[in-house]
């Protein structure tokens, strides 16, 4: 039986270790790496989850799946990723409303987005479109205010409880003294899917998945969030432009890629150079384009201190609008 010394057995060992954790940090063939969306399928996160899926496997040489975990307005997604290995074979493309308006809407979160998360890379800042059934006698923001008021029976929709969409919404009624009421979705697409059909008269989404529902005449547009115009959607004025002075109406919402805390350095600068990678592929852009998001690339501590900004400000439009989930 051969002997090893004891500096040799260690140096083996370490070895051994060193090659079973980097296949941890990047996946394996037989367990493949999951983006985690808080949303069904057919709304804009799950769209660039699946591109993202398609590019980083193909630079990884890995099978990549998206797992659609709707409900509790994204918590359900969020606990997941927070509580899951944090080995890379877990992300979370999301919003920004499972990373700070949670935690302004609930006293009591199953996850820290401070402390149970390893932020990775901001893809984008994404504006909030208002939008009505065509029914609604309304194509601006002072036409939709005065029909408001005359009506009581009007109901508005939201991607999820306490999202940008349902505060932009509830900034409405507390502006205008209106007395909309909320339909909460699991997703964009039931949201939208809801509001074609007539069943809510009023919605806020992503210009991108309003688009086609927009052009086909079945919606109309009110007013965008932001402090400009999207390059999606030229025609929309902003909420400012008709004088909108709510701060929500000024505010917009982003993209970000994250994964469970504690990620080893290795798996978030490679996730770093896809990200990157990844935005400036043509088609990407071109989504974006068409999604009316402005892409806004940031690694992982830039994107750590812009949440850390933009927690205090999303945090006091959601205690100006008195919106509380429990």
Not at 122 to 147: C, D, F, G, M, W
């Amino acid at each position: 039986m051969p002997q090893f010394s004891r500096r040799r057995f260690i140096t083996i060992a370490s070895v051994e270790l060193a090659t079973q954790f980097s296949g941890l940090a990047f996946g394996s063939a037989a367990q493949p790496i999951r983006i985690v969306v808080g949303y069904p399928p057919g709304g804009m996160v799950d769209s660039f989850a699946r591109l993202l899926a398609v590019h980083g496997g193909k630079v990884l040489d890995q099978q990549i799946i998206v797992d659609n975990k709707p409900g509790a307005g994204t918590i359900i997604a969020a606990e997941n990723v927070a509580k899951s290995m944090a080995d890379g074979r877990t992300l979370f493309l999301t919003l920004s409303g499972s990373l700070i308006n949670n935690t302004a809407l609930y006293q009591k979160l199953p996850y820290d987005p401070n402390r149970d998360f390893t932020y990775i890379a901001l893809l984008a800042t994404v504006p909030i479109v208002t939008t009505v059934h065509k029914s609604v006698p309304a194509a601006n923001l002072q036409e939709l205010v005065a029909y408001s008021r005359s009506r009581k029976d009007l109901s508005f929709g939201s991607w999820a409880p306490g999202s940008a969409g349902h505060i932009v919404c509830e900034a409405l009624n507390k502006s205008y003294q209106l007395s909309l009421v909320h339909v909460p979705y699991k997703g964009e697409a039931p949201m939208i899917q809801d509001l074609v059909g007539g069943q809510i008269q009023i919605a806020s989404g992503s210009v991108g998945s309003m688009q086609p529902h927009l052009r086909s005449g079945a919606v109309k547009a009110i007013a965008l969030t932001g402090s400009h115009r999207s390059q999606a959607a030229p025609e929309v004025m902003t909420f400012a432009e008709q004088g909108g002075s709510s701060p929500a109406f000024a505010a917009v919402g982003w993209m970000g890629l994250v994964g469970p805390a504690n990620l080893p350095a290795e798996t978030v600068a490679r996730w770093k150079k896809i990200v990157l990678d990844f935005l400036n592929l043509p088609d990407v852009q071109q989504r974006l384009n068409t999604y009316g998001a402005d892409p806004k690339f940031l690694p992982a501590e830039e994107f750590y201190r812009f949440w850390q900004a933009d927690l205090p400000v999303w945090t006091k439009l959601i205690n100006d609008t008195g919106v509380k989930l429990d």
